[in-house]
Structure formats: C-alpha cells, structure tokens
C-alpha cells in the first residue's frame, strides 16, 4: 500500500516569488511519482510525472519536481509564480503493483497575491 | 479531439434515493477509474476497468455502490439508497493501459 502526505494545506505567495509545494510519500515497492492541478471550476490535469531515468522533471509552464528517493520526497518548485498559477495542487503516487491506480495527497492550495 | 465527459455535473438528491453518475471517456481508452473527492480532501480510488472488466473494486465503500462498463466505453457508477455522507465530488478518469490518466469534471453529488 503506498499513502502520500503533503504537508501545507494552504500557501499563500506573493508574484514573482519562488515557490516550494511539499510531498513526501511512503511505499513497499518501487513507486512512480505525479504532479496535478486543479484550476477553479475545472478538472484535474496533470502538471508533471515521474517514471523512471532522470530525477528532476519540468512541466512547460516552469515547474519542476525532484524525485529524492533516500527522502521518500518529490516537492514541487517555481522559481517565479504568476497570478495563474492561483490552484489547488495534488500530489499523488502509483506502485508498481497497484496497476493504475493513483492514490493522493490531500492537496495544498496556492494563492498567488498581487 | 473531445475528453473524459461525465454527468450529470450536480445531482442534489434526497437521503435514500438511488442515483447513477455517467462517463463517458476519451474515445480507445482502455483503461476507466473512478475516484471519490471529499470537501479539501484529494481524491479517493473507488474502482477502475480494463475494458469492460472490473479489475479493482477495493476502494468502493460498501454494497450500496456498484460500477459497470458493460461494453468498454461508458461507465456508470451507482449509488443506491443514498445517505448524506455520500455527498463528494465524483470523479472519472480514464487511460490508455497504465498511462496517464485523464480525468472528467466530476459530478458534484449533494444528498439531502
């Protein structure tokens, strides 16, 4: 079984400044790792995943995550948020043996203030 | 081309009715999940399909929820005798094999 903990529930920015959303998870098996975002009124898109190869993953509007498997952690980071940005973020895990299914952190909501 | 489509999108209901959530995913999709979404809780795996077969039921709560995918398209998910802790958010979403996964809208259920 894996469960994920995302520890802010709410982080309030200012634009333009940088921006740490944190997850960490836990498993027995090897696990891939993934990023989504909720905009107002809308579904869930996925913003960036972790399979396999290379540890730091981009997504196109400027978000990374690092895969830190010693910390069992995969944050997500801008260096620069923009009023748009404004979004719950979910992080979320699949097991190797949990075919398909993802299970999720509880969300953190990011509000970008002028 | 069009995606994951579900609904209705809010079904108020009263206690003890039974309703039936519909969706519709991304055209060759093999893959159908649903997923339950309590008040700032994230998402909740309920059940999911590989084509018409239910692989994974281990999430759905009790008897009164029951999932079919009778042709390996649509999707409806059954709530029968509703009581006022199944008011969520309701989501469907779906994939080719273990890729990603396309979520829908959701339908927001209210029961009264």
């Known amino acids: 079984a894996q469960s994920v903990t995302q520890l802010d529930s709410q982080v309030p920015v200012f634009e333009e400044a940088p921006v740490e959303l944190r997850c960490n998870y836990s498993s027995s098996v090897s696990v891939y790792l993934f990023w989504y975002v909720q905009y107002p009124n809308q579904g869930l898109q996925l913003l960036l995943k972790?399979?396999?190869?290379?540890?730091l993953v981009e997504s196109i509007n400027g978000f990374e995550a690092e895969f830190n498997k010693s910390q069992t952690s995969f944050h997500l980071r801008k260096p620069s948020v923009h009023i748009s940005d404004t979004a719950e973020y979910f992080c979320a895990v699949r097991g190797g043996t949990s075919y398909g299914k993802l299970t999720f952190g509880q969300g953190t909501i990011l509000t970008v203030h002028p | 081309g069009a995606g994951v489509s579900q609904s209705p999108r809010y079904k108020v209901t009263k206690r003890g009715q039974d309703v039936a959530l519909r969706c519709d995913p991304i055209?060759?999709?093999?893959?159908l999940y649903w997923y339950r979404q309590a008040l700032g809780q994230g998402p909740e795996f309920l059940t999911y399909?590989?084509?018409?077969?239910?692989?994974?039921k281990s999430g759905l709560p009790n008897d009164r929820f029951s999932a079919e995918r009778p042709e390996g398209s649509i999707s409806t998910l059954t709530i029968q005798r509703t009581e006022q802790r199944d008011s969520a958010m309701y989501r469907c979403?779906?994939?080719?094999?273990?890729?990603?996964?396309?979520f829908g809208p959701g339908t927001r259920l209210t029961v009264l």
């Open positions: 055209s060759g999709h093999v893959s």
């Open positions: 972790y399979l396999s190869g290379s540890t």
């Open positions: 979403a779906s994939s080719q094999r273990s890729n990603e996964q396309f």
């Open positions: 399909f590989n084509y018409e077969a239910q692989q994974d």
